[in-house]
């Protein structure tokens, strides 16, 4: 606790305990977490919330560079770990054979990184994952120069429905032939519409595809983007959609 508080009288953070961020997520790991990549030049400033979920928060962060940044904070109590524990246990980079919460919760978050990372090489826009310390996940701001988050693509329909469906489509594919990977929670509530550019996020549930329910999860992707893109008069059949993501 000394050093905790030795830590707050630092105040690298100097909005930690900002009302606006809503300091009780904090608890007093999460905060060292977060001081301890605040003091490695990662993070200078939290400033407000872009997103309250069930599981995360997801903070708008400032580099002492003066860019911003997106922090997504996973709180360890919410966190459903049977779930984590089903799509962990198949994975073949993971051996976590706990029942421990927070080591759960901390593979968790470990996994979005890898997976963001994996998709990022393989050519997908997604935001560029810079570092995942504990329950803590840093990663690219996607959104405007003022710092205004880009709208995900249920809140903002796109221009142009059918190019924006191709893009999705192709990454998808490039997702499952090059990163290896299935989303497996695609919707227009995990893509952010950035100035039209369709951008994939929230990957820690995105299993490999040699995982047992990998196809299954991938079923499930597609019908969800054509329902959503739907929405917006692109007609497309699952059939057909499986046979451009698969080859
Ligand atoms: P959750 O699992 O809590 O839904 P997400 O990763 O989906 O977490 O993020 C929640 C929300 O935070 C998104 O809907 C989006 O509005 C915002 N968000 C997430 N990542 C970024 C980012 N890199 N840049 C800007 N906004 C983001």
Sequence with gaps: DRDLRKMLSEKRIKSVEDRSVGSEIFDQQTLKTLYKMANSGYLNILNGAI??????????????????????????????????????????????RTTHKRQLVYAWVNKEYRNLKRSLEAGIVVPKPIISQNNVLIMEFIGDDDGNPAPILRNKAPENPEKAFESVVTSMKKLYHEAKLVHGDLSGFNILNNNEEMVIIDMSQSVVVDHPISRELLERDIDNIILDFKKFGVSASHEEVKQKILG
Aim: aromatic share 14%; proline share 2%.
């Design 51 to 96: 997103s309250t979920g069930k599981e995360a928060n997801v903070l708008k962060g400032i580099h002492e560079d003066g860019h911003f940044l997106a922090v997504k904070i996973y709180r360890i109590n919410t966190s459903d770990f049977k779930k984590m524990q089903y799509y962990i246990q198949g994975d073949p980079r993971f051996k976590v």
